[in-house]
């Protein structure tokens, strides 16, 4: 169970109060029992998953064995043969654009192709203060976290 704290309230720090009652023998052994039947389930469930992602692999294997049986190579200079309309083609060539592009950040300008990222980074440093104490007979854990940028 958490409580929120209601004490002063500040924009970059909050409380929390957990309390855990004592287990007894008859739960820790039951909890024990249960991860061991859940243990030996998922054991027996991965044969599964790993046969079955063995068999796609061997079908994706036999299916690229037959695309590179039928591909054909082209040369960049050769025009457009209507030939291979419909077929698996290969292409190797230079990648030009027709004017050079220029990143402002380091001033260069290139005639090639790019790819443009922007990427925004919020960052915050956690702090957390725990503290255990015993009432009614359960341990409660009060635990403050702290921000700061």
Do not use: C
Request: net charge negative; glycine share 8%.
């Amino acid at each position: 169970m958490s409580v929120p704290f209601s004490g002063t309230e500040h924009a970059n720090q909050h409380s929390r109060v957990s309390s855990h009652k004592k287990p007894g023998f008859l739960e820790r052994l039951s909890e024990t029992a249960g991860g061991m039947v859940v243990g030996i389930a998922v054991f027996a469930f991965s044969f599964y998953v790993l046969f079955t992602n063995e068999g796609r692999a061997i079908r994706t294997a036999a299916s690229l064995d037959e695309g590179l049986s039928q591909v054909v190579s082209v040369h960049p200079s050769s025009g457009v043969d209507f030939q291979n309309n419909g077929r698996l083609i290969h292409i190797s060539g230079p990648l030009r654009t027709s004017q050079p592009i220029y990143d402002p950040n380091y001033n260069i300008a290139v005639q090639a192709v790019k790819l443009r990222r922007e990427v925004e980074m919020y960052q915050w440093v956690e702090h957390q203060e725990s503290r255990d104490y015993e009432e009614n007979g359960e341990t409660k854990t009060e635990t403050t976290y702290t921000y700061s940028e």
